[in-house]
């Protein structure tokens, strides 16, 4: 399942259109809302992960660009503060795509960023806050901006 998160900007003319119900319907991707300010007759903005095939989310984006809503794509970093964390798994039950898991039989607690969407579930589900997130905005084509 490919995974990204988008901070959408809506441009007035979009704000009364059912946008994200056409991403289900049309494109057949999951949407989870992680942060939104949308108004009718203002400009909006909205932080969406999307969930699904790869070229279905691609498809998807277009559709919005071709709406004239900007996305452009957020990578969440995830680091884990190896000092603080110590080990109860808290983090493995929350985590939605397994980036965080525990190894048997020795029951250590491992991070895979690789596999890490950035929602940062994990954040605020650590009871000892070792896990933490930043946010940088990424072009289209991946690069950093």
């Known amino acids: ?9 809506y441009p ?4 009364d259109q059912p946008i994200i119900y ?3 319907k049309r494109y057949d991707v999951e949407f989870n809302i992680l942060k939104a300010d949308i108004r009718p007759q203002r400009d909006g903005i909205m932080i969406l992960e999307l969930k699904g095939n790869k070229e279905n989310v691609r498809d998807a984006l277009a559709y919005l660009k071709s709406l004239g809503v900007q996305a452009e794509r957020l990578a969440g970093k995830i680091r ?9 798994g808290a983090c493995t039950g929350i985590c939605p795509v397994g980036a965080l898991y525990i190894q048997r039989p020795e029951m250590a607690v491992l991070f895979d960023p690789e596999k890490c ?3 940062g579930q994990c954040v605020t589900g650590c009871p000892v806050r070792a896990m933490e997130v930043s946010f940088d905005q990424l072009s289209e084509e991946g690069v950093r901006a």
């Open 22 to 24: 056409q991403l289900v």
């Open 12 to 15: 007035k003319e979009t704000s």
């Open 80 to 88: 884990r503060d190896d000092e603080r964390c110590f080990q109860c």
């Open 117 to 119: 969407t950035g929602c």
């Open 1 to 9: 399942m490919y995974t990204r998160i988008y901070f959408l900007r």
